[in-house]
């Protein structure tokens, strides 16, 4: 399968001058599997930019088909939706899972980003395409055509944000953004989502020092990222979900300090990548 990054920082868009060769457009990755079914994981402003690419495919004409996997909903994992232009062409279709006590809670949250007073969309019933809304039970595989994903919940601030693993034919991709693990790291069950993942994207918002100022907003520093990366013994470490006041020299910064982190507590052989937009990954 392969990953590509349309959007990897958190929290807020942060285009500009300073932020052009990791990008600023905020969470989503889409995912191909090697037969060819798309799985978009989180729909922040770097969804508009994958959902371009796609009109000239099947999607343009409406036969489009892909499954949307949603960590949590906060606003840089749900903004690019009112923007997808997929989502406007009748006869696609997306099942969207996401963490809820039910889909129709799910499906609630999402319709209330549309509520008049935030977006003339309305509802989601007003986008064309078809999108069905489903609740991910915490460690019940879900299929999106040949691929099994298990899904489970990591702290984050006042929430949860789900990570996800994808495998297909001995090959794994986790995806665990926004995360502020407690005092003991990951959770057996999350470690053992992680475990031995040939890429793990991982929450890489902070250095340890900035974060230390802001442990109330449940994100990630490099090291915790790099802790989780050894403790699963993963194969490949994707920083991801910058902070949005990070500058490219900053999360330069961010990457080199992840490598020597890694480096001297026995993480040496972890291959370490800093997400950037428009880059694909081969898994
Ligand atoms: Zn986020």
Redesign the pocket.
């Known amino acids: 399968m392969k990953a590509r990054f349309w959007g990897v920082r958190?929290?807020v868009p942060a285009p500009g001058p300073d932020t052009n060769r990791y990008g600023g457009n905020?969470?989503c990755v889409s995912v191909r599997t090697a037969n060819g079914e798309l799985i978009i994981i989180?729909m922040?402003t770097g969804l508009m930019h994958l959902g371009h690419s796609l009109l000239p495919t099947e999607f343009g004409k409406g036969q489009g088909k892909a499954t949307i996997l949603l960590?949590?909903a906060?606003?840089?994992?749900i903004q690019g939706l009112g923007f997808f232009a997929p989502v406007f062409i009748p006869g696609n279709q997306f099942v969207l899972f996401g963490h809820a006590k039910s889909s129709s809670m799910l499906e609630g949250i999402l319709e209330g980003q549309m509520n008049p007073n935030f977006s003339p969309l309305y509802t989601l019933k007003n986008l064309g395409a078809a999108v069905e809304v489903r609740a991910v039970v915490p460690g019940e595989p879900v299929t999106a055509g040949s691929v099994q994903i298990i899904g489970r919940p990591n702290p984050?601030g006042s929430t949860t944000?789900l990570a996800f693993r994808i495998e297909e034919a001995g090959r794994s991709f986790v995806y665990a953004?926004?995360v502020g693990y407690g005092d003991g790291g990951p959770t057996p069950e999350v470690l053992a989502l992680y475990q031995g993942a040939d890429v793990l994207l991982h929450?890489c918002?902070y250095t340890p020092e900035h974060q230390a100022t802001r442990r109330n907003r449940g994100?990630s520093s490099y090291e915790d990222a790099a802790l989780a990366a050894i403790a699963a013994g993963v194969k490949h470490l994707v920083m991801f979900?910058y902070d949005q006041d990070y500058t490219d020299s900053d999360v330069d910064s961010l990457a080199a300090a992840c490598r020597a982190y890694l480096d001297a507590r026995g993480g040496s052989a972890i291959r370490l990548t800093a997400a950037a937009e428009g880059e694909e990954l081969e898994i």
Do not use: I, L, Q, V
Request: aromatic share 10%; charged share 20%; glycine share 10%.
């Open positions: 958190g929290s905020t969470s989180d922040g960590s949590h906060h606003w840089d994992h984050h944000a953004s926004d929450d918002t994100f979900h």
